[in-house]
């Protein structure tokens, strides 16, 4: 119903209406962006589906009868609704954050096609509204949607293999670094989960990143990428599921 009151204002451009939200309005905006495609973009910030899973919002839910769970899970839950999604959306959370944990958000941002989703991945981004409205990227990418500004990067592939991973990209703007971040902690909460870095040699004229690194050494990870604009993207979470 609001969507519908701004999309009657005439000064406003029915064409270019996007919806983004922090946290719990993150967790909002997967469900109104699904429940509404006239909206044209759409920027979760660390909210997420699956709450069942969440370190956090599972014990609320474990509060409940096994009815009651049930049915929150079914009418409440953003991975309901997310695969009706038909806009492009940027996905935005931090690696360790307290309420929305890897697994489920690798989850969640699956939900919707590859090729209508970029991720972003703030390494060791705190949760809070500063932290979720400060990132030049949501800017970028309302922009790149509603005005056909230049793209950000890319990410194409993901190749994984016993002793190296390699990332392949699309960027009209030179990658000034690549980094991959991984994990082997299967025991911590994820907002304690510990953390490692590794550079990555980049070869610009090949659109192309590799990473050494063995399978064995980590359990999750993901690459994070810079360009000469200072705006980072990230490539989805690569989840050992053995």
Known sequence: ????LLLSFPEVDIN???????SWGGYITCIAA??????KAAIPVYGCGYYDESDIFKEDLNRLS???RKKWMEYFDPSVYLPFARQKFLFINGNKDKFYNVVPYHKTYSLIPKEQRTICIKPNMKHSHPHGWAPPEIRYFFDNVFNKSEPMINVTQIA?????????????TPISSVLFYFSNDTISLNEKRKWEMRDSFV??????AVCTISKKEYKYGFFSLRDFRNITISSEFVVDNK
């Open 16 to 22: 270019k209406t996007g919806i983004t939200g922090i």
């Open 66 to 68: 096994s009815e009651s």
């Open 1 to 4: 119903m609001a969507h519908s």
């Open 203 to 208: 070869d610009n004229e090949k659109h192309e």
């Open 34 to 39: 699904s429940l509404d495609n006239r909206f």
């Open 160 to 172: 994984v293999r016993d002793s190296s991973i390699t990332l392949d990209f699309i960027s009209s």
